[in-house]
């Protein structure tokens, strides 16, 4: 069974899934232990993790790269970020092919123009391209993948460029119209009234993926009481877990002169062997080396 049709069944047997970001094979072998649904290749995450801005300053063949190598250490789906598709409909139709054949069991493609800026930031320069040319996007998407389960979300950053809830709920409109299997509505509001009020008028067939970042009260609950949102992103919670660990057990070695203190309330190298499979290479070992 293809990953991308798990993800539609998980989808249909649940009606809500958690999606959670990562970064990094190991990252990604993280999510799955914890019993996430599917695995978000952020855009966001791997920019920060090359110290970059979240701007379409990391290529898509880096991007595609460490998706690939993601989906060499997991079985559950990904779902790519793609941020604008890396150009126009033509850039689109390159985009699947290659991300399909990587592994990703879903892209997320967005309305802004190219190159983009990240969306939570604040005062950031959000230009949206026009709503046909992101249909012809959507379509190009649909008409290359290869596999008809591959899902096709198209984003609507209509809330974050601040044009209100009547384009956004127009342009997702005409996005479902074009294809599209399902709809990012994102938001930065910091509570969720904002994402609520859009999911509650929402009246298309196509359910909606929401990345609630900014406005963590949104738990299940709430989520499942508004019956039209059918994915949850998590969007960087495994980078900024890492960032606060890293800094408090970098700055514990300086400050106690040693790492005898730290090394207790970190994992043990022996936890490393078991998540780079080492077991596996010992046993290869005996077996083929001669
Ligand atoms: C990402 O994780 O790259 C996203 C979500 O696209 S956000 O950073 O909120 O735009
Ligand atoms: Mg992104």
Request: net charge negative; no cysteine; proline share 3%.
């Amino acid at each position: 069974m293809s990953a991308s049709i798990t993800l539609r069944n998980r989808i249909a047997e649940r009606g809500l899934i958690h999606v959670m970001a990562a970064h990094s094979p190991l990252s990604a072998i993280l999510v799955e232990e914890a019993g996430f649904d599917g695995i978000w290749a952020s855009g966001f995450e791997l920019s920060a993790l090359h110290g970059l801005p979240d701007m379409s300053f990391v290529s898509m063949s880096q991007h595609l790269d460490m998706l690939r190598a993601m989906a060499g250490r997991v079985s559950i789906p990904i779902v790519a970020d793609i941020d604008t598709g890396y150009g126009n409909a033509l850039n689109v139709t390159h985009a699947v092919r290659e991300y399909e054949r990587a592994g990703a069991s879903a892209v997320v493609i967005e309305d802004k123009t190219f190159p983009k800026v990240t969306s939570l930031v604040a005062g950031g320069r959000q230009e949206l391209v026009r709503t046909e040319e992101f249909q012809g996007k959507l379509e190009a998407a649909i008409a290359t993948r290869g596999d008809p389960d591959f899902l096709v979300i198209a984003r609507t950053e209509a809330l974050i460029a601040g044009l209100g809830e009547e384009e956004a709920l127009a342009r997702a409109a005409a996005y479902e119209a074009a294809g599209a299997d399902m709809i990012l509505i994102h938001s930065k509001r910091k509570t969720p009234d904002e994402i609520e009020s859009f999911a509650r008028t929402w009246k298309g067939a196509v359910p909606l993926v929401i990345v609630p970042t900014s406005y963590p009260e949104m738990n299940e609950k709430r989520v499942r009481a508004l019956n039209t949102i059918a994915m949850v992103i998590y969007g960087n919670h495994g980078l900024r877990a890492a960032v606060t660990a890293m800094r408090d057990t970098f700055r514990r070695i300086i400050a106690d002169g040693g790492a005898l203190n730290a090394s207790r309330d970190i994992v043990s190298v022996e936890e490393i062997f078991r998540l780079q499979n080492m077991e596996a290479a010992k046993d290869s070992e005996k077996r083929f080396l001669r």
